[in-house]
């Protein structure tokens, strides 16, 4: 992505043969730090957040000081984790709201392996992996039989690494430096915290279920332990989704269990540094699923299906394919 | 400031929100369903955990059992299917996993109350109320006297559509069709 490789411009730009001096500025050292604490806030919340959608992705770009230099980045993320509203809706006291507790979690890994095209780091490969998991709650109100807000609030830690192959004969005799300097070859885990707020309407026609919902979401990451004390993470990301999602039942029957369809469209608006540190503004998803009713007939299981994504935006585009599980607990 | 431009369009979703909050209502099996008194739907067989339940007496000759359900006042009394094995060694005030396949028979009878013409429930035959339906997934809950309640997965062929909470459930045992001394992991 765009911001992996503006740090690899960066490089580029301070210890190439342009710069006269062939050293690295604390300016651009800052600069470049920078950089790696939003991409690494970015890949944290990618990678490990259940809001956002893993798979397969891939994301292209003009880098952002060499315009004629581009970037290619692999970015493969698998998640398991969700959302879910324990039990029945239980009135609050005579106010005429229901509510019940909602339990979030998720755990997710990535790698993103950015390739580099462009003198003169031609043939070099920088890999970001990072683990991360999350867990928290809160509660669902339910306003009226459809529209219901849920505030939540979560924990995340995450550990990412960088990994930088060296290939060009320029990154060669300079890596041991760029390593010192806590630039490439680096670890870092971080906390965050996760503060949303999920505004849903839910429509009932007949035997479809539509459900809309929208999700707000804030991320403050920060950085405890790093290998490197220039690695430092400490900022604020957002999200804003809004999704419409249809759940079809085809009166059909396999093996004891009805058969239903359905997917979603949703919109993700990206802020703050997840915005910079992806270079995306917003993700567009369209997911499809054929399941199994297994809702109380297994154990705390609505359904068990295949589904898949596919996913595209800003300078970013991707599918996924998988087990499609929900629960109802 | 506490409100400005930025905040502004948040405003009316806010008052929203306000004005609409009140309007939920938790289900409630002790309603009068709409519309005249009427037979909705007989013989709806439901298969139905029963657990924990205890065994009030077992007649493995006779293939018969009567359980005593937590969320049950009186004991019902089942045939065992011929399916079910190891029915030797059941015993009396056990308490046992058992899948049970019943009857239901779902009607509106005046003023919540079981049609007169139809005369006392005849022997270990209970009765519940609909607290809920969801027609999606094909869920009927019951609420029974106790007030405990039950979800219970019926079939297409159920009127789902034309029943609602309040109306009366007669429920016939009919048989066990399987029982364990442990509940199993995936129930």
């Not at chain 1, 390593?179 to 885990?189: H, N, Y």
Request: proline fraction near 5%.
């Amino acid at each position: 992505m765009r911001a992996a490789a503006t740090l690899l411009v960066l490089l580029g730009v301070g210890l190439g043969p342009g710069i006269a001096s062939s050293q690295i500025s604390g300016e651009q050292t800052q600069q470049l730090h920078n950089s790696i604490g939003n991409r690494i806030e970015a890949l944290t919340i990618l990678g490990g957040d259940f809001g956002l959608s893993g798979g397969s992705l891939k994301s292209t770009g003009s880098a952002m000081f060499r315009p004629k230099e581009y970037t290619d980045t692999q970015l493969d993320v698998t998640k398991i984790g969700g959302a879910g509203d324990i039990g029945d809706p239980q009135p609050l006291g005579n106010s005429g709201i229901g509510w019940q507790p909602r339990v979030q979690g998720n755990m997710g890994y990535l790698e993103s392996t950015n390739h580099i095209h462009g003198a003169p780091l031609e043939g070099d490969t920088s890999t970001f992996r990072d683990f991360a998991i999350q867990f928290g709650g809160g509660a669902r109100f339910w306003l009226n039989e459809g529209l219901s807000v849920a505030p939540t609030i979560m924990g995340m830690y995450g550990h990412t690494s960088d990994r930088y192959s060296a290939v060009s004969a320029f990154a060669l005799s300079n890596l041991p430096r760029l390593t010192r300097l806590g630039l490439v070859d680096w670890q870092v885990q971080t906390w965050a915290l996760r503060p949303a707020l999920n505004v849903q309407y839910l429509i009932t026609w007949d035997r479809l279920i539509v459900t809309l919902s929208s999700d707000a979401t804030y991320f403050h990451i920060q950085s405890f332990q790093a290998s490197n004390r220039g690695v430092q993470v400490n900022g604020d990301s957002g999200s804003w989704s809004n999704k419409i999602d249809f759940d079809i039942p085809l009166r059909v029957r396999l093996d004891g269990h009805e058969l239903r369809t359905g997917g979603y469209f949703s919109r993700t608006e990206l802020f703050g540094d997840l915005k910079s540190g992806l270079n995306v503004q917003h993700i567009d998803e369209v997911h499809g699923r054929l399941v199994l009713d297994f809702l109380n007939q297994l154990w705390k299981v609505q359904w068990i299906g295949i589904g898949g994504s596919y996913l595209w935006g800003t300078n970013i585009r991707g599918w996924t394919l998988g087990a499609d599980v929900a629960f109802r607990f | 400031m506490i409100f400005n431009r930025s905040t502004a369009p948040v405003l009316p979703v806010v008052m929203m929100l306000v004005l609409l909050a009140g309007c939920w209502s938790a289900p409630r099996a002790t309603v009068q369903p709409k519309g005249p008194p009427r037979l909705i739907q007989e013989r709806v067989v439901v298969d139905s955990i029963a657990w924990p339940a205890t065994v009030q007496s077992v007649d493995p000759g006779a293939r018969a059992i009567v359980l005593q359900t937590a969320g049950d006042v009186a004991a019902r009394k089942y045939r065992v299917s011929r399916r079910v094995a190891g029915l030797d060694h059941i015993t009396a005030w056990q308490r046992v996993y058992a899948v049970v396949r019943e009857e239901l028979t779902v009607s509106v009878s005046e003023d919540s109350r079981l049609s007169a013409d139809r005369g006392a429930p005849p022997p270990f035959v209970s009765s519940a109320k609909v607290l809920s339906v969801d027609r999606s997934y094909r869920l009927l809950t019951l609420e029974y006297p106790t007030g405990q309640s039950e979800t219970l997965k019926v079939g297409r062929e159920v009127r789902l559509e034309q029943m609602q909470a309040g109306d009366d459930v007669r429920i016939q045992p009919l048989e066990v069709i399987a029982i364990k001394a442990r509940k199993p992991w995936w129930r």
